[in-house]
């Protein structure tokens, strides 16, 4: 049985993921909780569906006994996980997400052994978050084993969805995380700014808790971890002012104002952005004992058309038996060269 279900499938990504997959050749079984919207996406494609919540156990046993791998593409992902994932492992089935949210890569990597001793694959970030970054770290390890330190930057100009823009707002009142002597460590938002140079410019970047501050610690043992994003000036002070009011930023009014403002104005990058648009991301692995360094910039398509791409590959190569058991990251599955597997992908060392 090599049958799928993309939860999720009518949001943004999930639909670029889906349209992705049918161009392949795949008939994936789509799933989500707005009933029109699926039925709709389904019917147009000829496909299977189902309309439940994240957390209606009794539709999930149904799904489950038809399909062996679950690609979760519905965010915020913290709140579906907890039921999803429970009930993949019970039925032996595969789970896959795009998340980039550090309190699900923690949950997920908890349900290991469980995971392990059921023989199937725990693998979320398999989307641009953070299949690229984890990647560069796998090469920057291989290039120092003994660092000590890693650092992660990345800047692309597309914009974000709508769903990581709930995302975001939903965990900004708590702050950053950085791994510091691999410890995940709670720092106030917008902690650390620094300059990194992308192509052929410097650019403005602020730490932000990105998914690599878990997942590049299994990959590569390094145990003091930061990522960074490129912003404006005027981002970085709205951000430090809005250090301020996080005790009222995660009121539900509050909470539910930002949701309707998101709803209202974002959709997603466009199909002329998609198409067009790179996203550079650096790093650099430090041994502190040392002094030694190593440097490199990864090129790599528009986030959200690169998410499409591994996530689809990532389903592919795990339902053809290649992946470890339990929880790993995707440089952990297939190594450090998965990124470049794709077209317009190019590594360079500094």
Known sequence: MDNFFIYGAYGYTGRLITDYAIRQG????LGGRNAAKVKALAEVNGLEYYVLEANDKAKWDIVLEDVSLVL??????ALTVKDIV????????????????????????SQHEIAKEKGIALMPGVGFDVVPTDCLAAQLSNKLPSATHLELA??????????????????YHNGGTMRIDGNLVS???AHEVKMVHFGEKDRLCVSIPWGDVFTAYYTTGIENIKVFTGISMKTLKSLRLYRKFKAIAKTKLVQWVLQQIIRSKIDGPSAIKRATC??????KATDSATGKSVEAELITPESYYLTSLTAIESVKRVLKGKFNKGYQTPAMAFGKDFILSFDKVKLNFN
Do not use: K
């Not at 795949?26 to 079984?29: E, L, S």
């Not at 979760?72 to 992902?77: D, E, Q, T």
């Not at 795009?98 to 699900?104: Q, Y």
């Open 187 to 189: 720092v106030p938002l």
């Open 278 to 283: 790179v996203t550079h991301i650096w790093g």
């Open 154 to 171: 990345f800047q692309g100009t597309s914009g974000v969805s709508r769903g990581t823009a709930l995302s975001m707002a939903r965990r």
């Open 72 to 77: 979760n593409c519905a965010g915020p992902f």
């Open 26 to 29: 795949f008939q994936p079984v």
């Open 86 to 109: 429970p009930a993949c492992i019970e039925h032996g089935v595969h789970y896959l997400d795009i998340t980039g949210e550090i309190e699900v890569f923690q949950f997920i990597q």
